[in-house]
């Protein structure tokens, strides 16, 4: 059962929910009345459902596009103005029991050195990194428990996970650091 604040990996993560939400978008993507309106939400800076995003990405109507990339634009200056914001990547661990065909540090993958940072190494490469001038770093692991990192200068850590990793995640984090995020990056 499709459940977005469940911290349960299949329920957040809906094969289900997934299809009908193509199969919505590919019904709908034509009804240019609908496109117009999710268009029109998007003025009120709240964000989308995935459903209503999904419509507007399969739409192929010309004028609906420009208007999608215009409103993309000017919700990008309202929020970021003309600033890059960049992440440093930080790999603390390559193992993964995961068989993303994509990845390189897939299980199957034998042709790489498997490592994993100890303590001691994760504080240097973040403070090489925070002296780099560095404010927001991309945690970086396997599925597999990651180490923890802090430092007062670091405003910033993002951290692809899966679900059974955030506390370890939320547990790296310093309460000096203001904005964790996180995410999983998943594939069907
Ligand atoms: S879970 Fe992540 S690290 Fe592991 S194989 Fe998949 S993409 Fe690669």
Redesign the pocket.
Known sequence: MYNPKSPIATEFIDDEEIRDTLRYAEENKDNLELVNRLIDKTDELKGLTHREAAVLLACEDKDALERIFAQATKIKQEFYGNRIVMFAPLYLS?Y?????T??????KNGHIARKKLTQDEIRREVIALQDMGHKRLAL????EPCQQSNRRRIRRVSK?S?PSNIKMAQSAVSTSISLPQQWK?T?N
Do not use: D, F, S
């Not at 994509?102 to 299980?107: A, G, M, Q, S």
């Not at 970086?140 to 599925?143: I, K, L, S």
């Open positions: 390559n993964c029991v995961n068989g993303c994509y990845c390189p540090y897939h299980k970086e692991t396997g599925e692809p899966i990056i594939a």
